[in-house]
């Protein structure tokens, strides 16, 4: 599936979370200056992402801003040192809320 405002396609299955790069959450300011993957990166990798930056709030970009119900079972899969672990659980817990058969997985650093 691809929208217009992505700047790629992409698709969202049952292995696959995507949110948006909030630096405001415990995870991102914990992480902030993690190997490999750290805050500046994720900044990076969104302003690459979106077309524009207000894109970034659609459903598309953004699908904890999606109505989740009727998504196939996922999985979500997260590390200790993940800027988007605080978003990966707040995915899993919204498609619970959603009645969707989900398993998160966190790994320890």
């Known amino acids: 599936m691809k929208a217009s405002y992505l700047r790629s396609s992409c698709s ?7 949110a948006p790069a909030a630096s405001d959450t415990e995870s991102y ?3 902030a200056d993690a190997k490999p993957l750290n805050a500046a990166m ?3 990798f969104w302003g690459h992402y979106l077309a524009n930056p207000s894109d970034g709030s659609k459903p598309l ?4 801003r999606a109505s989740l119900r009727g998504m196939p079972p996922t999985t979500v899969v997260t590390a200790e040192i993940d800027p988007l672990r605080s978003e990966s659980r707040a995915y899993a ?3 619970r809320k959603a009645g969707v058969d989900v398993k998160l997985h966190e790994f320890r650093a």
């Not at 969202?12 to 995507?18: H, I, P, S, T, V």
């Not at 970009?61 to 904890?64: G, K």
């Open 12 to 18: 969202l299955d049952g292995a696959r979370e995507l």
């Open 29 to 31: 300011r914990d992480n």
């Open 42 to 44: 994720m900044k990076w």
């Open 61 to 64: 970009a953004s699908p904890l």
């Open 93 to 95: 817990e919204a498609l």
